[in-house]
């Protein structure tokens, strides 16, 4: 399974677009990024997922370089309710599925 | 539709003893996932099924059993629980492999 390698913690302040990169250097032919957020006290939430280029949805984009060994989530307008952690993982294309969750990227938006 | 949900919500056992938590998915997903989470840490993958009556191991599996009767149960066992069991278990469940994973709430395990 792929390693992945993010920043431990990233500060904002409300209203501004926050980038958070995240590192997958063995990442494999069919395996798919994917984000999730997790509030204290709750489960982890899908944000977005993709697989090369850039993939738009409601809440956020994905931008994958050609070489797909990294990955970066853009959150726009950021608000103090996306105080959260943020987890990059890759896999799903194979091995039943199994995607290594590293230890995320704690977001602190300030007003 | 429920989605994905976990029982107990919180329990405290002695070392020792057993349980199990219940996980229920009414999404008709294939896939389920056990997870457990300790403080300050990313979720670490204990065991998964791949559909009813499979199990396979994850990363951290000592310890732990796991059982796939029914399709939209996945139960995980502790047979002689240890102080290091005490962590936060998380649930999953996908449609496929490539479709994103539903969490249920979590469970609250303290081992004393």
């Known amino acids: 399974l792929a390693k992945t390698t993010q920043p431990i913690s990233m500060d904002s302040y409300e209203g501004q677009e926050v980038n958070i990169t995240c590192s997958h250097n063995n990442i494999a032919t069919n395996d798919y990024i994917t984000w999730y957020q997790q509030f204290p006290s709750q489960g982890p939430r899908f944000i977005i997922q993709g697989y090369k280029t850039k993939v738009t949805n409601e809440v956020a984009s994905l931008f994958i370089p050609a070489d797909r060994k990294s990955s970066t989530l853009s959150l726009p307008r950021v608000s103090l309710s996306d105080t959260a952690v943020y987890y990059c993982?890759?896999?799903?294309?194979?091995?039943?599925?199994?995607?290594?969750f590293g230890d995320g990227t704690t977001l602190t938006v300030k007003p | 539709n429920a989605g994905v949900t976990q029982t107990p919500k919180f329990r405290v056992l002695k070392t020792g003893q057993s349980m199990t938590l219940l996980c229920a998915q009414d999404m008709n997903h294939e896939y389920m996932y056990w997870y457990r989470q300790d403080p300050g840490m990313g979720l670490r993958l204990i065991h998964y099924?791949?559909?009813?009556?499979?199990?396979a191991k994850g990363e951290v599996p000592d310890g732990y059993n796991v059982s796939r009767l029914k399709k939209q149960n996945f139960l995980l066992g502790l047979e002689s629980a240890a102080p290091s069991q005490t962590s936060v278990y998380f649930c999953?469940?996908?449609?496929?492999?490539?479709?994103?994973?539903?969490f249920g709430p979590g469970t609250r395990l303290t081992v004393t």
């Open positions: 993982l890759v896999g799903g294309g194979t091995n039943a599925g199994k995607s290594t």
């Open positions: 099924s791949v559909g009813e009556g499979t199990t």
């Open positions: 999953a469940s996908r449609v496929d492999r490539f479709y994103e994973q539903y």
